[in-house]
């Protein structure tokens, strides 16, 4: 009998506490996110997010996750307004995207991507995401999916701290190919 192998599919509620779980993981391992949150189930369920998926590992545990929500309070969904000349609330912000580290290397993060990103051009919505610029391994992961650097910018947080972030859309030019948006 062949082993089960790993899936991605939407997140159900049921799905929060090891969600958690599989963050709680990537932040000890990596620092993502910078800051934790105080309530991490209330950070991951937000309630603006348009659809979220979870992948699950063959014993059923989740093992990662990614979010969509509306781009217009992404420094991204600015950046690909000005280069397209198309309102900001025409994009979608990926966010929350991780994969627990014992999970890593069986193609997840970039199925959880492209999972995402069908959904948002199905909706007739551009993706973008902003990324620390720290992070080199997301950053690696969103340049070999096809994702374009459009600009670097300093957000300001909510804590107080300016962080550098990279500003991405999907494909070439910072989305100027895509006819549905």
Do not use: F
């Amino acid at each position: 009998m062949r082993e089960r192998e790993h899936r991605v599919r939407r997140r159900e509620s049921a799905d929060l506490d090891g969600c958690v779980r599989a963050l709680a993981e990537v932040h000890k391992a990596d620092g993502y996110p910078m800051v934790w949150p105080d309530r991490p189930a209330d950070w991951l369920a937000e309630a603006d997010q348009l659809a979220c998926w979870v992948a699950i590992a063959p014993d059923g545990a989740v093992v990662g996750h990614a979010a969509l929500a509306p781009g217009v309070d992404s420094s991204a969904a600015h950046v690909w307004a000005e280069r397209t000349g198309r309102a900001p609330d025409r994009t979608v912000a990926l966010s929350r995207l991780y994969v627990a580290p014992a999970a890593r290397g069986h193609g997840l993060g970039a199925e959880l991507l492209a999972v995402a990103a069908d959904y948002a051009r199905s909706a007739g919505l551009w993706p973008v995401l902003d990324v620390v610029t720290m992070n080199g391994a997301a950053v690696e992961l969103y340049e070999r999916q096809g994702w374009t650097r459009m600009l670097t910018v300093d957000q300001q947080w909510p804590d107080g701290r300016v962080v550098a972030v990279h500003c991405y859309a999907l494909g070439e030019g910072g989305g100027t190919a895509h006819s549905g948006a």
